[in-house]
């Protein structure tokens, strides 16, 4: 399983004073995170897209550019690329730019976005929201494909042939459809035959296996073998010392966030309560320290029918600097090598032994 961190760029309001960092700061911070964790080993860094006061990742290809040239191994990705709201054709050029700046290292999630900002910023219909996506994924699909590309569609003027330039490093630039909770995002992933990446924000890994099903059942309808029928979650997390220390760092910035935008959308404002059954054993936020976050990670992968790759969202405890350090490390040195030594172990027992096959 591969592990990984994806980041919002949150600027949130001290506690103490009420004041947030200056953006500046802010940005300066999260490249710090970004090269702990490319130094403790993580497998991948991602960067969301947001257009709102709270997040400073309007622009991620720029961030990720950043972070390529202070890294070495890390791979880095969007998460999620609202592609609805974007031109194909630009996305593709930063991303390959992007792969060329880290020597193959870049990878793009692609989605039709949970916040509707993009659209009205962009001069959007957000009534077009899943054709949008259907179509700009059709013709980003084709740019990885071709040079030189012909192409029409309802919503960006057609391409005959020009050439669309440069071309990424990678032979490919890897791609991962993000979804959330809709049966035809798992479903259409599954039909094209594209990594899935599940974003799960609250209540159970459960309740998304029968969504998982949908994928892969469509996917092997649609002739794809289950090599490339791959599964990723991205899900709330952050690793403490302890159990108690992880849960009183992140709570306030998760409580604050999600009463900012809950209030936008007629939520009830959060509660500790709520907090606490969703970092519970049977919740779906990984949060604890690092035997119990393991614990969970492979326990969610075995609900799931197996899982390749789980990035963390730890934004909500960007403030708490020397914790947010700390909880990469975690991830890194301890929570990564239990993972990884838990699946191995399962990976061997699974291989008939020669004394086994007589």
């Not at 791979?75 to 999620?80: E, G």
């Not at 031109?87 to 999630?109: K, M, N, Y």
């Not at 924000?201 to 092997?220: H, K, Q």
Request: aromatic share 8%; no cysteine; proline share 6%.
């Amino acid at each position: 399983m591969e592990i990984g961190i994806d980041s919002f760029a949150a600027i949130l309001p001290d506690p103490a004073t009420g004041r947030p960092p200056s953006a500046t700061d802010r940005m300066a911070d999260l490249l710090g995170e970004i090269e702990a964790a490319d130094r403790v080993g993580l497998d991948v860094f991602g960067i969301g897209e947001h257009h709102r006061a709270e997040f400073l990742d309007s622009a991620p290809a720029v961030i990720l550019a950043a972070a390529a040239a202070r890294t070495s191994r890390i791979r880095l990705t969007s998460a999620v690329t609202v592609l609805s709201a974007a031109d194909p054709v630009r996305i593709f050029q930063e991303f390959a730019t992007l792969d060329l700046i880290s020597r193959g290292r870049a990878e793009i999630v692609v989605g039709r976005g949970s916040f509707v900002e993009a659209f009205p910023l962009f001069g959007l219909d957000t009534r077009a929201y899943d054709d949008l996506f259907a179509e700009k994924l059709d013709l980003f699909l084709k740019l990885g494909e071709t040079t030189n590309i012909s192409w029409s569609g309802r919503f960006r003027p057609a391409l005959h042939g020009e050439g669309v330039f440069p071309r990424p490093h990678q032979q490919r630039l890897p791609l991962w459809v993000g979804v959330g909770g809709t049966p035809r995002s798992f479903e259409r992933a599954g039909e094209l035959g594209l990594p899935l990446m599940i974003a799960i924000i609250g209540g159970t890994f459960e309740r998304f296996a029968p969504l998982v099903d949908l994928y892969r059942e469509a996917g092997r309808r649609a002739g794809h073998g289950p090599e490339k029928l791959v599964v990723g979650v991205h899900a709330m997390g952050f690793v403490g010392d302890t159990d108690a220390e992880a849960k009183d760092r992140f709570f306030p910035g998760w409580a604050h966030l999600t009463g900012t935008i809950g209030r936008e959308r007629g939520w009830p404002a959060p509660t500790r309560r709520q907090f606490e059954a969703m970092a519970s054993p049977e919740g779906a936020f990984l949060i604890g320290e690092p035997a119990t976050v393991a614990a969970k990670m492979l326990r969610a992968s075995a609900a799931l029918g197996g899982i390749s790759r789980m990035t963390f969202q730890m934004s909500t405890a960007s403030l708490e600097t020397a914790a947010m350090k700390r909880s990469i490390e975690l991830l890194g040195t301890e929570v990564a090598p239990i993972v990884r030594a838990a699946r191995e172990a399962a990976r061997t027992a699974s291989v008939p032994q020669a004394a086994d096959l007589g």
